[in-house]
């Protein structure tokens, strides 16, 4: 073998590499969580279909998940290049009704419900973000 097949191939190898670590799930959204919630749907969402307003190029991976139980509401994780990146995103992000937003190192957060009781609301937050290491 030549040695440009082997700088193609060492290129490929690498390639399909990084492809492998991007298509593991993240292990984050559970399947129930404290306060009744029960996951409907877990997905891995392109980067280019993110509902929210993020740098599209500081984020590695998306993760969306429906949950259903006292309410309904959608759990999006968001790992992203650099810590820094979420403290920015969290300083600059603009409140809206029946969300809430949080980051954890790398990851940065968006929980979004409907009709659901707060107290289990707030029982779902605090577990999420006691998964999520900083």
Request: glycine share 8%; charged share 20%.
């Amino acid at each position: 073998m030549t040695s440009r097949a082997w700088i193609g191939l060492a290129g490929l190898l690498a390639l399909a590499g990084a492809c492998h670590q991007n298509t593991a799930p993240l292990g984050l959204l559970p399947a129930n969580s404290a306060g009744g919630w029960r996951r409907t749907t877990l997905q891995a969402t392109p980067v280019s279909e993110a509902p929210d307003p993020v740098p599209r190029s500081a984020v590695t991976r998306l993760e969306t998940a429906d949950y259903e139980g006292p309410g309904k509401l959608e759990a999006r994780v968001y790992e992203l290049t650099a810590p820094a990146v979420g403290a920015s995103m969290a300083q600059r992000w603009r409140p809206s009704a029946d969300t809430v937003f949080f980051n954890r190192g790398r990851y940065f957060v968006v929980i979004k419900w409907q009709q659901a009781d707060r107290a289990a609301l707030r029982d779902f937050v605090r577990e999420l973000e006691g998964r999520i290491k900083p």
